[in-house]
Nanobody, 122 residues
Framework: QVQLEESGGGVVQAGGSLRLSCAAS????????MGWFRQAPGKDREFVMA??????LFANSVKGRFTISRDDAKNTAYLQMNSLKPEDTGVYYC?????????????????WGQGTQVTVSS
């Protein structure tokens, strides 16, 4: 059974950095698209970034500040978040998609982690 587990969330001041990790188990992930989404209180879950092979996709709101990467030997994906803003606050989820295309849609992702809280104070 596929499982995803996020870690690395926390509280940080505006302008600070955090690195989130997503450890995957229960399958082979080298050809799987890994995505990061976030959800602020009272809002819908929104796409942040995704990676499959050497291709990445990102939301305009994080362009130039966030970086996505993966280590297939460790079955782990990462989200490096720099220059954090209060509006980046939310629960961050990683997700896995067996689709051959990168997608910003939550419906394209087959498995989800439980999420990790990121709080950016002003």
């Amino acid at each position: 059974q596929v499982q995803l587990e996020e870690s690395g969330g926390g509280v940080v001041q505006a302008g600070g950095s955090l690195r989130l990790s997503c450890a995957a188990s229960g399958g082979t992930f080298s050809n799987v698209a890994m995505g990061w989404f976030r959800q602020a209180p009272g809002k819908d879950r929104e796409f942040v970034m995704a990676i499959r092979g050497g291709n990445t996709l990102f939301a305009n709101s994080v362009k130039g500040r966030f970086t996505i990467s993966r280590d297939d030997a460790k079955n782990t994906a990462y989200l490096q978040m720099n220059s954090l803003k209060p509006e980046d606050t939310g629960v961050y989820y990683c997700a896995a998609s067996w689709s051959d295309r990168l997608s910003v849609s939550t419906t394209a992702y087959d498995h989800w982690g439980q999420g990790t809280q990121v709080t950016v104070s002003s």
